[in-house]
Nanobody, 118 residues
Framework: QVQLVESGGGSVQAGGSLRLTCNAT????????MGWYRQTPGDQRELVAS???????KYGDRVKDRFTITRDNIKNTAYLQMNSLKVEDTAAYYC????????????WGQGTQVTVSS
């Protein structure tokens, strides 16, 4: 089993910054990628950023050039630095990890709320 714990969410004014942290624990082998998604009530979960074990980073169109994802593979931790936050960035942010444990598996964290006010 793999557990993901997010931290770093909170409230900030537009233009401000936050840094999210996701720590993965448990039996972790053959990680394919770690990433961040976000979701607002009534909407589908959308990709914010992902970081593959091959070093490839992907960003959602709405966060490019403002958000940066990094990983510490030794600590099994992913970070999301969010700068120039906008009101529309308000959402619950979820960390996920894709790995192969005999079969492909995806695990999700419990989510952390980010609220950006004008």
């Amino acid at each position: 089993q793999v557990q993901l714990v997010e931290s770093g969410g909170g409230s900030v004014q537009a233009g401000g910054s936050l840094r999210l942290t996701c720590n993965a624990t448990g039996t972790i082998f053959n990680t394919i990628s770690m990433g961040w998604y976000r979701q607002t009530p009534g909407d589908q979960r959308e990709l914010v950023a992902s970081y593959s074990s091959g070093g490839i980073k992907k960003y959602g169109d709405r966060v490019k050039d403002r958000f940066t994802i990094t990983r510490d593979n030794i600590k099994n931790t992913a970070y999301l630095q969010m700068n120039s936050l906008k009101v529309e960035d308000t959402a619950a942010y979820y960390c996920n990890i894709d790995l192969i444990d005999g079969v492909g598996r995806t695990y999700w964290g419990q989510g952390t709320q980010v609220t950006v006010s004008s």
